[in-house]
């Protein structure tokens, strides 16, 4: 009876240990917990906005002219063959040389079987990410008829060069089409819309990401744990300890364990992580991503001006527009995340421009994944008063389709003076 009270009490204390430990959790802990593919970063999936993602609606007497728009590529194949062959090369050679767990056995298998049909598809748009601009394309008539639907509505899309952001523009260029048969839309790509849409990192700029320093490599020693996944793999610790680069091993697997979710037929490779392993790999990157692009001290917070040229695209853009009071429709931008993060970053909306010193309790005020999936994108939407009144242009913002705050003081709601944030933006980027 007593053995059996002791029990009940150390189950008690136990259950309120873990309970206590959760209540600590992050909300970026927690949001990983419920859905493991955020642990992703930059490789999930778009995550398409829920029910309660409701737009506010226009101000009393307003409605939507403009929208100004910068949109990542959908999801894709992998950069390179040389991450598959990260993860094939050490398993292959374990596999011959009889090192390998029943486990190694099979996560050797998936990958080798998911390769088969990998080959000349390096950085291709993936027929998920095709769907998602679809979708996002669909949306974007759905929200703002007034835009894409008016008699004189127009488009003006361009991209960079690369293959998988071209198809990812004409698959929501579709969309628009499908909604107003009379839109009329430019599609362009050209060397000549690289210097804006994606830029090429000034000295100066680079000088001060380079003063981060070896935080990232610092910050993969402290987080990520590889031995029980090692462990899990290889049958001999010998071997392991002469002939595998553990912890680059476990985040190629990762890599490719992340990108699963880009295909229909994906393998699910989640299977060889725990939970915590996931999420201290998602803690690393999440640190790599912030230091090199978000506002982060260490580099004086100067990292989000390599996009300096794209919120001046957007700026004078806008000046050619905003005056038209005939004018309906939207500059449509396709690139990639390595300039969506910082251009949210640079543009202050919601969180993405927090400052956080204290990089161990980074996951408590920023998380990358809410920023950057696949096909992630900001939308500027402009407001004008309806015809025969007379207000100033209000903007709002959405980054990937829900809304978001800017800096300053609101009119309403999410809706701000689009002079207000102009002055703003150009004082921020020295003009």
């Known amino acids: 009876m007593k053995r059996q009270f002791l029990i009940s009490i150390l189950a008690a204390f136990l259950t309120a240990s873990m309970l206590f430990a959760q209540q600590d959790w ?41 929208m100004s728009h910068y949109g990542r590529h959908g999801s894709r194949w992998l950069c390179g063959d040389g991450e598959y062959q990260d993860v094939l090369v050490p398993l292959r050679k374990a596999h011959d040389l009889g090192k390998l767990t029943a486990t190694g056995e099979r996560m050797l298998a998936d990958v080798e079987r998911f390769y088969l049909c990998c080959a000349k598809r390096a950085g291709d748009l993936t027929a998920v990410g095709e769907r998602q601009h679809h979708r996002i394309g669909k949306r974007m008539t759905e929200h703002f008829p007034v835009i894409f639907g008016s008699k004189n509505s127009q488009v003006d899309a361009r991209s960079t060069i690369v293959r998988r952001c071209i198809m990812s523009m004409m698959a929501e260029c579709e969309e628009l089409t499908a909604f107003n048969p009379r839109l009329a839309i430019h599609n362009d790509v050209g060397e000549v819309f690289q210097y804006y849409l994606a830029p090429a990192m000034p000295s100066d700029i680079r000088k001060a990401v380079k003063r981060r320093g070896n935080v990232v490599e610092e910050y993969r020693r402290k987080f990520i744990r590889p031995d029980r996944f090692i462990g899990s793999v290889f049958n001999d610790e010998a071997y392991v300890r002469d002939s595998v680069e553990q912890e680059a091993l476990m985040r190629s697997v990762f890599n490719v364990c992340s990108n699963m979710q880009s295909h229909d037929e994906g393998v699910d490779m989640y299977c060889y992580f725990t939970e915590e392993e996931c999420y201290d790999i998602w803690r690393a990157n999440n640190v790599e991503w912030y230091t090199g692009y978000g506002a982060c001290p260490l580099s004086d917070g100067k990292a989000p001006l390599r996009v300096g040229g794209l919120l001046r695209n957007f700026i004078e853009t806008a000046d050619t527009i905003v005056e038209n009071r005939t004018f309906h429709g939207a500059t449509l931008r396709f690139g990639h995340e390595v300039y969506v993060l910082p251009m949210a970053t640079l543009m202050e909306l919601g969180d993405a421009g927090v400052e956080v010193s204290d990089l161990d309790r980074l996951d408590y005020s920023w998380a990358n994944y809410r920023i950057f999936a696949m096909a992630s994108n900001i939308q500027l939407v402009f407001y004008r008063p309806k015809k025969g009144k007379k207000g100033d242009v209000l903007v709002k913002a959405l980054l990937n389709e829900r809304e978001v705050s800017l800096p300053g003081t609101p009119v309403t709601g999410p809706y701000y003076k689009w002079d207000d944030l102009r002055a703003y933006y150009l004082q921020k980027l020295g003009k």
């Open 26 to 66: 992050s909300k970026a802990r927690q949001e990983i917990h419920d859905n493991i593919r955020l642990s992703a970063s930059n490789l999930l999936a778009y995550p398409d906005p829920s029910e309660t993602d409701v737009l506010t609606p226009a101000p009393k007497g307003y409605e939507p002219f403009y």
